[in-house]
C-alpha cells in the first residue's frame, strides 16, 4: 500500500513507502488521504484506510483500487456514514468513482448433503454450512467435511486436507460414524477451558469463541444464536477470519453476532457485511475476547449504526 496526502489547496503532497510514514506531513488545511489498495484481497483494506486517515489527521479518505474488489470497497465504505470515504478504481491512467457491488450470496447446500447433519450432531460435532460446504466442528475446530463424490456425498475425518488425506490411509478400515466420534473424541480432550498445552488449542479460536457464544447466548444478551457461513470459502482451516451467528434477543429484537480475536483492522467492515448479508435490521454486536478490546476497534465500532462491542471470557483461558 501506499499513501499520498495533499491539502485542499493541492499545494502540499508528499508520498510515503507505508501509511505509519505520513505522520510528520506538514499541512497547511484540511487534508485528503489517498490510499491505493493493491491486490487481490484489497476488498478487506478499508478498516486499515479509515485508522490510518485518523492518524495522519485527515478529514477525507480516498482509497483508491488498482483490482476488481473496488465494489467490494465501495459498498463497505458506505457502511461508515460518520467517515468521509470515497472509493475510486484505476482506468487506464485515471480513475473513476466506483459503483458498490451487492454483497455476494451464500451458496446453497444440496439437500443430500444436508442430510449428513443429523449424523455429524449425533456424534457430538456440530454440523456448520461453510459457505458451501457442510462441515463438523468440535469447538469451533473442523473435525470432519462432506465431501462429493460421484457416488454421493461422504464424510471425511481430518483436521485440514493433509489430515483428512492420512485418516484415509490409516482408518479407512472404520466406518464413517466410528471414525467421526473418534475424531470428535481425540479433539475435545483438548479444546475444554483448563487444558493444557496443545497445538489444537491454539488453532481457529474465532470460531471457538463463535461456538461458546451458540451454547451460551446469553453471555451476549441473546436469547438464542444460530451459526452463520463466512463471507467467503476458507481455502485453510488456519486463516483467521470473523465468523458469525444470527439470532435473537430476550426482547425479540433480531442480532447479528460477529466473533474476532486479536487486532484486525477488517473485523468491524467485515462485520457489517455479516449484517448487510443476514438481516440489515438487526442490532450488530461485536465480540472478543476479554483482553483483545482495543481502542482501534472501539474507533470503528463507533462509526456504524446500532452496533457495540462486547467482550466475552474466552474459553480457551484456565478456569
Given amino acids: 500500500m501506499a499513501v499520498l496526502v495533499r491539502n485542499e489547496a493541492e499545494t502540499e503532497i508528499e508520498f510515503c513507502d507505508s501509511p505509519g510514514d505520513a505522520g510528520g506531513v506538514s499541512r497547511s488545511g484540511p487534508a485528503v488521504a489517498y490510499l491505493l489498495s493493491e491486490g487481490s484481497d484489497s476488498g478487506r483494506s478499508l478498516g486499515a484506510g479509515v485508522l490510518w486517515a485518523d492518524k495522519l489527521g485527515a478529514d477525507r479518505l480516498v482509497l483508491i483500487s488498482d483490482h476488481d474488489n473496488a ?5 463497505r465504505a458506505g457502511y461508515f456514514d460518520r467517515h468521509s470515504i470515497s472509493v475510486v478504481e484505476v482506468v487506464g491512467t485515471g480513475w473513476k468513482a466506483a459503483v458498490a457491488a451487492p454483497i455476494t450470496p451464500v451458496p446453497e447446500l444440496p439437500a443430500e448433503v444436508w442430510a449428513l447433519a443429523g449424523l455429524i450432531n449425533e456424534t457430538g460435532a456440530r454440523a456448520v454450512d461453510d459457505h458451501g460446504r457442510l462441515v463438523a466442528e468440535v469447538a469451533g475446530l473442523e473435525v470432519a467435511r462432506v465431501t462429493m463424490f460421484d457416488d454421493g456425498p461422504q464424510i471425511e475425518v481430518g483436521v485440514g486436507q493433509a489430515d483428512r488425506e492420512l485418516h484415509q490411509l490409516v482408518h479407512s478400515n472404520l466406518e464413517p460414524d466410528a471414525a467421526l466420534r473418534r475424531a470428535v473424541g481425540m479433539v475435545a480432550s483438548h479444546r475444554h477451558t483448563g487444558a493444557i498445552f496443545h497445538p489444537l488449542k491454539n ?10 457464544l451458540l451454547d451460551q447466548p ?5 436469547e438464542h444464536l444460530d451459526p452463520v457461513p463466512p463471507l467467503h470459502p476458507r481455502s485453510t482451516v488456519l486463516g483467521q477470519r470473523p465468523i458469525a451467528a444470527v439470532g435473537t ?3 425479540g ?7 474476532s480475536i486479536g487486532v484486525d483492522p477488517e473485523f468491524v467492515p467485515d462485520a457489517a457485511d455479516y449484517r448487510a448479508r443476514f438481516d440489515a435490521a438487526a442490532d450488530l454486536v461485536l465480540v472478543v475476547p476479554t483482553r483483545d478490546r482495543y481502542p482501534i476497534t472501539e474507533r ?14 474466552p474459553p480457551w483461558d484456565s478456569a
Fill in 203 to 212: 488453532m481457529a479460536r474465532e470460531r471457538w469463541l463463535r461456538s461458546r
Fill in 249 to 251: 434477543t430476550a426482547q
Fill in 300 to 313: 470503528l465500532v463507533a462509526e456504524l449504526e446500532r452496533a457495540s462491542l462486547v467482550t466475552v471470557p
Fill in 71 to 75: 465494489g467490494e470497497l465501495a459498498r
Fill in 218 to 222: 446469553g453471555l451476549v444478551g441473546a
Fill in 253 to 259: 429484537t433480531p442480532i447479528v453476532v460477529v466473533c
